[in-house]
């Protein structure tokens, strides 16, 4: 949606293995939070969250993957058309 600002992940705790896809459309800039619930972390692929796109028309893509009960990996495919 535009304008988002914060994502919140949440039953993601002790869920080994569990692993999506989070689509965004037409949003305009970053989303500058990325929560979870307090005794996990993020780990993003190359270290920081993506930029995403500016176009109204176009489609970010953030994937992740539960490690184990602390961590969560994370990567986004930005730009798609």
Known sequence: TSGLTTVSLTNTANIEGQAGHIVITGNSGTIATWTTPSNM????????????????????IVSYYVLDSTTILMNGSVGYS
């Open 41 to 60: 972390n993020i780990k993003w692929f190359n270290g920081s969250a993506p930029t995403l796109s500016t176009t109204s028309t176009s489609y970010d």
